[in-house]
């Protein structure tokens, strides 16, 4: 099989609509499809005010991604999709463990013409949701522990995203937490085909720079 190209979809992590304006308008002018992380300051440590409402205006002419690191899914996930630029939502397994409320959500979503995205911590074993990968658009692996940017990149992740390659040669696997031009290759290399850099992209001088160093 081909190798895949890697997809870059930043991610903006924000804690409040000042802080998601500075953060969009810098990514923004280079990129149509965006990750924006909503947090509930229960699943993660840290809560921000990012809603559809918040980020209306600004985004309207781009294609979003929703990464909830959130407990009640469900709750979240009925207020994004009515934004109609939002493409894809992923939520977490660690949420709620429940696989038959994981795949009632799931074909919800399909139902309303959403694709679906499920992550799991650096921590979880491909084991625990060996039975409902299929199901996913995109698997989604986090590089560090969910809630906060600036980590370091855990590396154990390597295998994970290998042998998540082998066994399923077409899913979307997607890389979310330290992404960086340190260790985009590793990644890439694994079988990843998108990445979502972060405070990489926001702590760069100059973002265009920064994007060609990805690729």
Known sequence: MAKKRVKIIPSILSKNKAEFTKHWKKISPYFVYTQIDIMDGKFVRIKNSITPDTVKYLTR????????????VLKYITSWIKLKNVKKIIWHYEA?????????????LKNKKIKTGLAINPNTPLSKIKNIISD??????????PGSQGQKFQSKIIPKIKALRYKYPNINIEVDGAVNDKTFKAISKAGANIVCPGSY?????DVKLALDKLK
């Open 136 to 145: 996913f658009d995109t698997i989604q692996i986090m590089g560090v522990k």
């Open 96 to 108: 709620n463990k429940n696989i038959k409320k994981i795949k009632a959500i799931n074909i919800y």
């Open 201 to 205: 992209f926001q702590k760069a001088k």
């Open 61 to 72: 002419r781009h294609k979003l991604e929703i990464h909830l690191m959130v407990g009640e």
